[in-house]
């Protein structure tokens, strides 16, 4: 198992950016593949991104596309969620996970197994 912890969550105007981090603890860090997951008040916990195990590799929802850039540092034990653009559609609760069973990235939360607290992201209009 690995502990997550997320940072970087704030209150932004639309337009502006933020970029969340979420910190690792454990040797294996460099196996797994991780991604972002938000979810909205009332509403399903949905995929954001994913990328795999070195970073060679990344998924995006297509509401963040182009918008949105996950990357990962294994060395720091470090993913990254660099947002841009960001629209108050965006405002929810960030959670970034780990894959422990698979190699791939997946975009079910059903697929994850480790899960941080989540940090709140709110965009003004």
């Known amino acids: 198992q690995v502990q997550l912890t997320e940072t970087g969550g704030g209150l932004v105007q639309a337009g502006g950016s933020l970029r969340l981090s979420c910190t690792a603890s454990?040797?294996?860090?460099?196996?797994?593949?991780m991604a972002w997951f938000r979810q909205a008040s009332g509403n399903e916990r949905e995929f954001v991104a994913g990328?795999?195990?070195?970073?060679?590799?990344?998924e995006y929802a297509d509401s963040v596309q182009g918008r949105f850039t996950i990357s990962r540092d294994n060395d720091k034990k470090i993913v990254y969620l660099q947002m841009n653009s960001l629209i108050p559609e965006d405002t929810a609760i960030y959670y970034c996970?780990?894959?422990?069973?698979?190699?791939?990235?997946?975009?079910?939360?059903?697929?994850?197994?480790?899960w941080g607290q989540g940090t709140q992201v709110t965009v003004s209009s």
């Open positions: 990328i795999t195990r070195g970073g060679g590799a990344t």
């Open positions: 454990g040797s294996t860090f460099s196996w797994y593949p």
């Open positions: 996970a780990a894959r422990l069973n698979s190699m791939g990235i997946g975009s079910s939360k059903d697929d994850y197994q480790n």
